[in-house]
C-alpha cells in the first residue's frame, strides 16, 4: 500500500509470521498476514497509547499505589511496560514473552525497556507465574494474545491462584480481555477463582457497548483503588472525554 513502510516481515521463534508496517506515523505489529494489530505507537505522541485498553491501562497505573515490582505477562510492544516506567520511575520492571523474535522487535522499533532497564524471560508466561522464578509483584498485567484470541491457560483457575501467590499484599492483577461480557463458562470459573483471593474485582470495557470488545478485568487487594481510579479519570474534566466516560463504566463484579 502506497504510504506503508515495512520494517519487519518474516517468521518469529513461536509466531508463524510477525510484520511491524509503519503508516502514517504510526507503527504497528502483528502477528500473521492478517492478524490483528498487537501492538502500536504513535511516533509524534509517544506518552499517549494508541489501544484505548492501554489509555485506560495507564490511567490505572497512575491511580495505584506504589509499584516496586511490575510484571507483564506477554510483551507485545513494550507498551505497559513503558508507562509504568515513565509513571513509577523507581519500579521493577518484568516481562515473560513466548516469542523472542517479538520481544527484540518491540525494543528495537517499539516502546519496550532494554534488557539493562527490565528483566524479560523467555517462554510460556503461565508456566513462568507458577515457577519459582516468579517474584511478588504490586502490579501484574496479563496482555497474552496469539493471532487472535487470549491464551487460554490464562483463563484457568489454577492460573488465578498462582496470580494470587505472587501478589503483593495491596497488589493488583489486570486482564485485558475480549468479551461482550462475563457470561462465558471460562470467565465465570476464573471470576469464581479470584474472589476468594481478592476482594476487589472490577470490569472497565472500554470499547462499543453490547459487543466482543476489550475490556479490563482488575483484580485488586487495595479496596481503595476503585475510588482512586475514579478520581483519577475525573480529574481530566471535560478536556478527556473518554476518561470520563471510564469513571461511569467501571463496575464491581465481586459478587457472583
Known amino acids: 500500500?502506497?504510504?506503508?513502510?515495512?520494517?519487519?516481515?518474516?517468521?518469529?521463534?513461536?509466531?508463524?509470521?510477525?510484520?511491524?508496517?509503519?503508516?502514517?506515523?504510526?507503527?504497528?505489529?502483528r502477528f500473521g498476514r492478517n492478524g490483528g494489530w498487537q501492538g502500536a505507537l504513535d511516533l509524534a505522541r509517544p506518552d499517549r497509547p494508541v489501544f484505548p485498553y492501554q489509555r485506560a491501562f495507564t490511567a490505572l497505573?497512575?491511580?495505584?499505589?506504589?509499584?516496586?515490582?511490575?510484571?507483564?505477562?506477554?510483551?507485545g510492544s513494550g507498551t505497559s511496560l513503558h508507562h509504568v516506567r515513565r509513571i513509577h520511575r523507581e519500579a521493577g520492571l518484568h516481562g515473560v514473552e513466548i516469542d523472542e523474535t517479538v520481544l527484540s522487535l518491540a525494543i528495537e522499533f517499539f516502546q519496550a525497556p532494554s534488557h539493562r532497564d527490565a528483566e524479560y524471560?523467555?517462554?510460556?508466561?503461565?508456566?513462568?507465574?507458577?515457577?519459582?522464578?516468579?517474584s511478588t509483584y504490586d502490579l501484574i498485567f496479563v496482555d497474552a494474545y496469539l493471532k487472535a484470541s487470549i491464551y487460554q491457560p490464562c483463563l484457568e483457575p489454577a492460573t488465578a491462584s498462582c496470580l494470587a501467590r505472587i501478589t503483593s499484599d495491596r497488589g493488583t492483577v489486570v486482564y485485558n480481555l475480549i468479551a461482550s461480557s462475563y457470561r462465558s463458562a471460562p470467565l465465570k470459573r476464573f471470576l469464581q477463582a479470584l474472589r476468594p483471593s481478592f476482594p476487589v474485582l472490577l470490569d472497565l470495557p472500554v470499547g462499543l457497548p453490547l459487543t466482543a470488545q476489550n475490556r479490563l478485568l482488575i483484580a485488586s487487594r487495595d479496596e481503595e483503588l476503585a475510588s482512586r481510579f475514579r478520581q483519577t479519570c475525573l480529574r481530566a474534566g471535560a478536556s478527556d472525554l473518554?476518561?470520563?466516560?471510564?469513571?461511569?463504566?467501571?463496575?464491581d463484579v465481586s459478587e457472583p
Open 1 to 29: 500500500m502506497k504510504g506503508t513502510k515495512l520494517l519487519y516481515a518474516g517468521p518469529g521463534s513461536v509466531h508463524s509470521w510477525i510484520e511491524v508496517v509503519e503508516e502514517k506515523g504510526v507503527r504497528q505489529m
Open 61 to 75: 497505573v497512575e491511580a495505584h499505589g506504589p509499584i516496586r515490582s511490575f510484571l507483564s505477562v506477554g510483551v
Open 121 to 134: 524471560w523467555i517462554g510460556d508466561g503461565v508456566q513462568f507465574v507458577a515457577s519459582s522464578h516468579a
Open 242 to 251: 473518554e476518561r470520563l466516560s471510564w469513571s461511569l463504566r467501571l463496575s
